[in-house]
């Protein structure tokens, strides 16, 4: 997974919060209530906006720092990792779903989308499962408990 550091410009709206935008990455813009949650959603929308690019086999744009900020905005360097797997495609279903179907509780199935085994994506508070890696996981057949040391040699 690739590390990588871009500068966002927060600019203040007249209703309240702010609205993000990446000077090096045109077209991606975000916003938030409070200058935390538009940091946060800058990171979440530069990693969506580079793992596509990754996806696409497209070069990043280079990092560059100091943009002119007017309107009482704030410039910050946001820091984020990603790679292409973070691009999900194809169909999703919640994790409540997803764990009713492999038999297993929520809480492990986000476990297993952090350890690869499925794949998805958090939104908020909400997990999403792609329906083919948990098709995939039940034609697996996995048994219950810890592997064997003999199966792991």
Same mark, same amino acid.
């Given at each position: 997974?690739?590390?990588?550091?871009?500068?966002?410009?927060?600019?203040?709206?007249?209703?309240?919060? /702010?609205?993000? *935008?990446?000077?090096?990455?045109?077209?991606?813009?975000?916003?938030?209530? $409070?200058?935390?949650?538009?940091? +946060?959603?800058?990171?979440? !929308?530069?990693? *969506?906006?580079?793992? %596509? @690019?990754?996806?696409?086999?497209?070069? @990043?744009?280079?990092?560059? +720092?100091? !943009?002119?900020?007017?309107?009482?905005?704030?410039?910050?360097?946001?820091? +984020?990792?990603?790679?292409?797997?973070?691009?999900? %495609?194809?169909?999703?279903?919640?994790?409540?779903?997803?764990?009713?179907?492999?038999?297993?509780?929520?809480?492990?199935? $986000?476990?297993?989308?952090?350890?690869?085994?499925?794949?998805? /994506?958090?939104?908020?508070?909400?997990?999403?499962?792609?329906?083919?890696?948990?098709?995939?996981?039940?034609?697996?057949?996995?048994?219950?408990?810890?592997?064997?040391? !003999?199966?792991?040699?």
């Amino acid at each position: 997974m690739g590390k990588y550091i871009y500068e966002a410009v927060l600019h203040p709206d007249e209703e309240g919060g /702010y609205w993000v *935008t990446v000077p090096d990455l045109p077209g991606c813009v975000t916003e938030g209530e $409070t200058v935390e949650e538009a940091a +946060f959603m800058a990171a979440d !929308a530069m990693k *969506t906006y580079v793992a %596509s @690019l990754l996806m696409d086999g497209r070069r @990043l744009p280079k990092a560059t +720092f100091g !943009a002119d900020v007017e309107d009482g905005g704030l410039a910050i360097a946001v820091f +984020f990792e990603t790679d292409e797997n973070y691009i999900v %495609s194809g169909e999703v279903m919640s994790a409540a779903q997803a764990s009713r179907e492999l038999g297993v509780s929520p809480g492990r199935v $986000t476990h297993m989308i952090d350890a690869g085994i499925l794949e998805g /994506y958090r939104e908020g508070r909400r997990t999403y499962v792609t329906v083919e890696s948990v098709e995939r996981r039940k034609a697996d057949d996995p048994k219950a408990g810890r592997p064997k040391k !003999a199966a792991m040699a």
